[in-house]
């Protein structure tokens, strides 16, 4: 059964520091990941989709990574900024199974301090 | 840029009742589904749907859950008679094809009382 874990839980950094946020996936055969930004008490916006063939994508100051032999995908967020405070979740869908849905890890919650 | 909308944004029943949660997703998307988030956990998958039936549903999806496509663009979510730990925000999303991005809705915050 597929366990997403994300570390860690949860992240305070000073405004402009650099960051990674950790996903980790106990199942390699996967479609893709995705990473979502979750606001308290809101929806799930999208950020960044990953295919099981690419290596990373980027967006702006965002660029995810994924390496699915280790289970592994990071989220670098270059140059936080107070906006970017929120929850990070990463999904992801496996390879396989009778429809594609998303199963989510735990989350970072990520403050930015101004 | 298309959006999913869900409405109400938040709703507050008695124990026993029963509501309708609803979901207008992407006009173009094949693919629908309910994912549920109870307060400080994780998001669950609930319910898939495509081509007007039930692809897959998981284990909480159970007799007291259905959904339901009643005119092409609305997609509907049952809770036949609610239960205090139905309380959650209720996700709707829709998808082009079924391993491309997901579009979620900015949810339904059920209270059951």
């Known amino acids: 059964k597929q366990e997403v874990t994300q570390i860690p839980a949860a992240l305070s950094v000073p405004e402009g520091e650099n960051l990674v946020l950790n996903c980790s996936f106990t199942d390699s055969a996967i479609y893709n990941l995705q990473w979502f930004r979750q606001d308290p008490g809101k929806g799930l916006t999208s950020l960044l989709l990953?295919?099981?063939?690419?290596r990373e994508q980027t967006s702006g100051r965002l660029n995810a990574s994924l390496d699915k032999s280790s289970g592994r995908s990071t989220l670098y967020i270059a140059a936080s900024q107070p906006g970017d405070s929120a929850t990070y979740l990463c999904?992801?869908?496996?390879?396989?199974?009778?429809?594609?849905?998303?199963?989510f890890g735990t989350g970072t919650l990520l403050a930015v301090q101004p | 840029e298309p959006e999913v909308t869900q409405t109400p944004s938040h709703q507050v029943t008695q124990m026993g009742q029963e509501v309708i949660l609803r979901c207008v997703p992407i006009?173009?998307?094949?693919?629908f589904y309910w994912y549920r988030q109870i307060l400080g956990q994780k998001v669950e998958f609930l319910v898939s749907?495509?081509?007007?039936?039930?692809?897959?549903k998981s284990e909480i999806f159970d007799d007291q859950f259905s959904v339901e496509r009643p005119d092409g663009s609305n997609f509907t979510l049952k809770i036949r008679s609610t239960k205090l730990e139905d309380s959650a925000m209720y996700f709707c999303?829709?998808?082009?094809?079924?391993?491309?991005?997901?579009?979620f809705g900015s949810g339904t915050r059920l209270t059951v009382v």
């Open positions: 999904a992801v869908i496996n390879y396989g199974g009778a429809t594609n849905k998303l199963i």
């Open positions: 999303a829709s998808s082009p094809e079924g391993d491309y991005g997901y579009t």
């Open positions: 006009s173009n998307h094949l693919y």
């Open positions: 749907f495509y081509n007007n039936e039930i692809s897959e």
């Open positions: 990953i295919q099981s063939s690419q």
